[in-house]
């Protein structure tokens, strides 16, 4: 199998987008998650892909000979982890940016910091773009141009892709200049002016014959030190085998809305070996996008009770005394028919990071944050990176899916 790995280039240590305190993550989740359960949000999932991609106005690239490329294999990029968000670098229109990965957008868009310097592949659609995020938002001006995914050193390139130019962008700092989108669902008029879709980055690499499958393999790694530092991987096209244990568990999305508009799963989350009832089969979603675990309130309460854990008024997280820590047990999160297993040190914020962001440095926080609705709602939980860090997804456009599979960090020590 062909395989392209690019080391990224490294930036100097920084705490990710505008997070200066563990409340304020909280609250930027919250923010997030809200947004995902607004009665207008633009459905990003693979079930709507196939809906839209049959109207008139969506693009689909041309490459001007009438024929398909052939396709290729998977292609791996390793990617930054920027202490609270996931970045990897990407040059459009001839310049590096520092976009962060998002799994639950799907515009592609730069300028948040870094000013846009156009190359003579990039043009104006003059088309305006306006995009919120709950925990962000940007207004600006579509371009079509060459993006490189992965920096200077990569071969995903892509030609005539569609990319947004910032104006103005909110909720965007400490390096991030803008996001990739790998949401798998195109543009919709909401976002680009009088354009119902447009096809997304994950689109293009298939259509341009750069990737044979639809899909994204994900690999991070927990975080361990405040900075940036080359520790996730993602592969598009396939699965990379090295990055897993076991078999991948490949679940349907969730016909349950709102999740359903995004990488929506159905699962239970147990406590324990007794398996005390934390959260009843239910749907949710993955997101890269989101810190932390997300949980309806009545879970959050049932996981406080069970932990024994106190709200820390100053960082908005629980927190564990050090016999709380020692007596804490697994959850069990089923997905299909498999359990994965979220271990006690996985539940734990880094303490390498508690100084960082406001919190006491001897600290025992957990990772996990009340969505503020009981569940029943259709989606009550978001697995966010902290959760992402200790296994591999697969987001599969194609097969309509979303695949989940052990790591050799699933049962790291590293708190």
């Known amino acids: 199998m062909s395989r392209v790995v690019v080391n990224s280039i490294p930036i100097a240590p920084q705490l990710a987008a505008d997070v200066d305190n563990l409340r304020n993550l909280v609250e930027k989740d919250l923010r997030r ?35 398909t490329p052939t396709p290729a294999s998977g292609k791996a990029i390793t990617v930054d982890d920027a202490t609270v968000t996931y970045m990897m670098p990407c040059i459009i229109g001839g310049s590096e940016y520092s976009l962060l990965i998002d799994t639950g957008s799907s515009n592609t868009w730069c300028g948040a910091n870094k000013k846009f310097e156009p190359d003579s592949s990039c043009e104006s659609t003059r088309k305006s773009v306006n995009v919120s995020y709950g925990s962000g938002s940007f207004t600006g001006t579509e371009y079509t141009g060459t993006i490189i995914l992965g920096g200077k050193d990569s071969t995903l390139k892509l030609d005539k892709q569609s990319f947004a130019v910032a104006s103005r962008a909110q909720g965007f700092g400490g390096g ?45 790694n927990p975080t361990q030190s405040n900075g940036t530092m080359a520790n996730g991987e993602l592969m598009f096209g396939e699965v990379d085998q090295s990055k897993i244990t076991g078999d991948v568990t490949y679940v349907p999305i969730t016909s349950t809305s709102p999740a ?20 009843k089969q239910t749907a949710g979603i993955v997101d890269t996008g989101t810190t932390l675990i997300m949980i309806s309130d009545d879970a959050f309460q049932a996981y406080q009770e069970a932990t024994g854990a106190t709200m820390d008024q100053a960082t908005g997280l629980l ?6 820590l020692k007596n804490l047990q697994s959850l069990n999160y089923k997905i299909g028919d498999t359990t994965f297993e979220l271990t006690p040190n996985a539940q734990i914020w880094p303490r390498s990071l508690n100084n960082a962001l406001g919190g006491d440095a001897d600290s025992n926080y957990t990772v996990f944050a009340s969505m503020g609705q009981i569940s029943g709602i259709g989606l009550d939980f978001i697995n966010g990176f902290t959760w992402l860090q200790r296994f591999y997804s697969v987001y599969d456009v194609t097969n309509q899916r979303v695949g989940i599979a052990n790591t050799a960090n699933t049962n790291a020590e590293t708190n």
């Open 260 to 279: 359903s508009k995004y990488w929506g799963i159905d699962q239970e989350i147990t406590y324990g070996s007794s398996e005390k009832m934390i959260l």
């Open 319 to 324: 927190k564990l005394t050090n016999q709380q």
């Open 33 to 67: 998650a809200r947004k995902h359960l607004s009665p207008d949000t633009i459905a990003h999932g693979p079930r709507a892909i196939h809906e839209v991609r049959n109207k008139d106005n969506h693009r689909h690239h041309e490459d001007g000979s009438g024929s």
């Open 176 to 220: 991030m200049d803008g996001i990739l989108g790998i949401g798998p669902v195109d543009l919709t008029s909401s976002t680009v002016e009088g354009m119902s879709s447009i096809p997304t980055v994950t689109d293009n690499l298939h259509d341009q014959g750069l990737i044979k499958t639809e899909c994204i393999g994900i690999s991070y």
